[in-house]
């Protein structure tokens, strides 16, 4: 019998989840972290092999429409890839059904080495993603200096417009943390993950809203994350937080690829993916 490719509909995510589970990783919540919970006309919801009635493969997608300097554009992250071995041969078949997809830009933002080896044969390019770790320290705190809530009625009266909306299509996102960090009139909109870094519980720097507030503000929310979170360091890549804290430590970049006929890198980030979606393991 011939291996069929199909898109994923939304009949086909409990078997897909399911298949995940038993053959990726059974800690994970796919049902739950995957299709994304905000709004967007999805084509699909990635593609999958099937071997009769056998999963053989899947490679998940996360789509969303983003308005960048005026204009619309349609994003595509591939989310996980996962094929059996006895189908591996058609895998390629799930990335180029995926790119034959036009008008997306395409995001590949956790990629292992295999697959950036196969993706850089389809003109993805590199992002860079020059990252710092900072430590979580009990900074004494000055009364009234910087205030920092992760309370969803504060988060939503304080941000407004495109922060907002950000906000508001990522809050039910299962791996994403939302804080607000407020200073006088000025105010920082903070996303992360929680992720292990070498069994360390660490914060992930998903967006900054305000950088600069950001930077001044750093040492209460590192003590913010250590005291209510007990994450023990933030690691957080240059180009989200724009200038390199004191006390941080350079890490090692990580692969992030993308393929786009109209972004450059400074248009793509880590939002709408499946890095706020899927969770890493507890």
């Not at 972290?33 to 084509?43: G, N, R």
Request: proline share 7%.
């Amino acid at each position: 019998m011939a291996i069929e490719l199909t898109p994923i509909t939304d009949v086909d995510i409990a078997e897909v989840a399911d298949f995940l589970r038993t053959n990726l990783d059974s800690q994970i919540p796919w049902a739950r972290s995957w299709p994304p919970p905000w709004k967007v006309e999805a084509p699909n919801h990635g593609f999958m092999l099937r071997d009769g009635q056998r999963v053989g493969g899947a490679l998940l997608a996360f789509y969303s429409d983003r308005l960048i300097e005026g204009r619309v554009e349609r994003f595509c992250n591939m989310g996980t890839w996962c094929v059996l071995p006895a189908y591996r041969s058609h895998s390629i078949r799930l990335l180029r059904a995926m790119l034959a997809q036009e008008g997306y830009t395409v995001t590949c933002l956790s990629p292992i080495e295999r697959v950036v080896a196969i993706t850089a044969k389809f003109k993805f390019r590199p992002l860079d993603t020059s990252a710092v770790l900072i430590p979580n320290l009990p900074w004494p705190s000055l009364p009234g200096r910087t205030r920092i809530s992760a309370d969803p009625d504060v988060i939503s009266s304080t941000l407004t417009g495109a922060q907002l909306e950000l906000y508001n299509d990522h809050a039910q996102a299962l791996a994403a943390r939302h804080l607000v960090l407020i200073r006088g009139e000025r105010s920082c909109y903070v996303m992360y993950r929680e992720t292990p870094l070498k069994g360390i519980a660490c914060a992930e720097i998903l967006h900054v809203s305000n950088p600069e507030l950001f930077r001044l503000a750093i040492n209460s929310l590192t003590r913010h994350l250590l005291l209510r979170h007990r994450l023990l360091a933030t690691r957080a890549e240059l180009r989200t937080i724009v200038q390199r804290p004191l006390f941080s430590v350079r890490r090692n970049p990580r692969p992030k690829q993308y393929r786009s006929a109209s972004l450059d890198p400074s248009q793509i980030d880590d939002l709408y993916s499946e890095f706020v979606c899927v969770p890493d393991r507890n």
